[in-house]
């Protein structure tokens, strides 16, 4: 997986769940992903990362729309 894709342009996709989780912070560097948080937020936001990445490897793309259904 090319975290490019996953990310998307300017990290556009995680700035989108980082948005819907202001009390955390997540930063990526390189191939990892860190959060930082409280730990019911650091729980969600991994699931919602974890989600997406399943849909990437399935559908090989994340829209905007992905991204704001699996913050819901």
């Keep these: 997986m090319a975290m490019v894709d996953f990310l998307g342009l300017g990290n556009r996709n995680i700035k989108e769940i980082a948005s819907a989780f202001p009390k955390s912070r997540i930063v990526s560097r390189g191939n990892e992903i860190l959060i930082k948080g409280n730990a019911s ?28 259904s699996y913050v819901k």
Excluded: P
Aim: hydrophobic fraction near 35%.
């Design 41 to 68: 937020e650091i729980i969600q936001i991994n699931d919602v990362i974890h989600g997406l990445i399943q849909h990437f490897h399935k559908y090989g793309k994340i829209t905007h729309d992905n991204v704001q």
